[in-house]
């Protein structure tokens, strides 16, 4: 079992930062990689970036390229997501996420662990 809880979420204003900060606890060594979801209100939960298990190897949704970095701390079993230039389309609930098997990134069924949520909320 994994458990993980996520935390730094707040409101901001267009072009500001923020760093959300997963922390993961349990079996982490069974991990595969470790991702980023989002949830806007009335929308589909969407992948946003994912971390491999060597924390070198990174992905990213198109919408946030360039402005969100994941990375890790394998010491401490934290996976952060550094969100610069922020804008209000990314307004949504963001979900931490760990995988012990493979599959395709975006798709949420290769998630086994799921951390409760913490609210972004970005002002024009």
């Known amino acids: 079992q994994v458990q993980l809880v996520e935390s730094g979420g707040a409101s901001v204003q267009a072009g500001g930062s923020l760093r959300l900060s997963c922390a993961a606890s349990g079996d982490v060594s069974s991990l595969k990689a470790m991702a980023w979801f989002r949830q806007a209100t009335g929308k589909e939960r969407e992948g946003v970036a994912l971390?491999?298990?060597?924390?070198?190897?990174?992905l990213y949704d198109d919408s946030v390229k360039g402005r969100f970095t994941i990375s890790r701390d394998t010491a401490k079993n934290t996976v952060f997501l550094q969100m610069d230039s922020l804008k209000p389309e990314d307004t949504a609930m963001y979900y931490c996420a760990a995988a012990m098997s493979w599959g395709y990134w975006r798709d949420r069924d290769m998630y086994q662990y799921w951390g409760q949520g913490t609210q972004v909320t970005v002002s024009a």
């Open positions: 971390i491999f298990r060597d924390a070198h190897s990174t």
